[in-house]
């Protein structure tokens, strides 16, 4: 017990001090305990947050469902251009793009977008609460919570890789994100804005496009010889191919399914 004990304060202290100095000081970077923490209260929040609302009314949120999205759609568009703009100015490479661990302007600006586009997945969490609060449990599918919850270990990205290769994921992500809350933004000002929202399909198919790109992104870069660490690349492409299957069977029941029933 104490021999398990001691290995598993060694692998933390590996955690702790093998990270980016410069990104270290920043919230919630060094230390992997407070995005644990968060991601352990949103996993109880998911489980135990629809029974408490079983016999309670539905919260209106109008109001602020308007705020949230418009300003997630500031949010990820300003991530978006940080992210062009960093990768443009640095001349950066698509095929093999090392991360620029200095101190210089650029390789800064790159590291505070990435961490940006970490803390936006905190704050992200909120479209669950707000599914929660709504009553509006059908949204709080295993695609929904696997997604939020799973995307708060871009922890690891900005703790030890906040740049490089892994700017793509940032960037279309973040100009994923300006269309997807445009669209929960416009249709959170009521019904009649609802024959205005006839795009939703091809929204899904933006999102399957940007996990198809990073697919062949970080495939590619598995078997060129670039200075980007391929546990990285082999953790993301994991992921990304998860996303895409799910993503993919959400399509063909939501779309192709109920078509073929019509």
Not at 129 to 156: A, C, D, E, P
Not at 199 to 227: G, P, S
């Amino acid at each position: 017990m104490e021999l398990t004990w001691q290995k598993i304060s060694t692998f933390y202290r590996w955690i702790l001090e093998n990270g980016d100095k410069r990104t270290d000081p920043w919230p919630m970077v060094y230390s992997p305990v407070p995005i644990a923490s968060i991601f352990l209260m949103y996993s109880f929040l998911v489980s135990v947050g629809p029974k408490f609302m079983k016999h309670r009314e539905p919260v209106e949120l109008k109001a602020l469902l308007v705020i949230y999205n418009f300003t997630m759609v500031w949010l990820s568009a300003y991530m978006f251009c940080e992210f062009l703009a960093s990768a443009w100015l640095a001349n950066y490479s698509l095929l093999c793009q090392p991360v620029d661990y200095s101190h210089s302007p650029l390789a800064m600006r790159m590291a505070q977008v990435c961490w940006w586009f970490f803390f936006s997945k905190v704050i992200e969490l909120s479209d669950t609460v707000f599914f929660i609060v709504r009553k509006k449990n059908s949204q709080l599918t295993f695609l929904h919570v696997y997604h939020h919850g799973s995307m708060l270990f871009w922890w690891m990205g900005i703790k030890y890789v906040p740049g490089g290769q892994s700017f793509l994921n940032g960037m279309l992500n973040s100009f994923v994100h300006v269309v997807m809350y445009l669209y929960y933004g416009l249709a959170a000002l009521g019904p009649r804005m609802q024959r205005y929202l006839w795009w939703k399909r091809y929204l899904t198919c933006l999102q399957l496009v940007q996990l198809f790109i990073l697919t062949i992104h970080m495939a590619y870069n598995l078997t060129a010889d670039c200075d980007f660490p391929d546990a990285m690349n082999v953790l993301g492409l994991s992921y990304v191919l998860s996303l895409m299957a799910l993503f993919s069977n959400f399509y063909y029941q939501s779309y192709l399914t109920r078509k073929g029933k019509r």
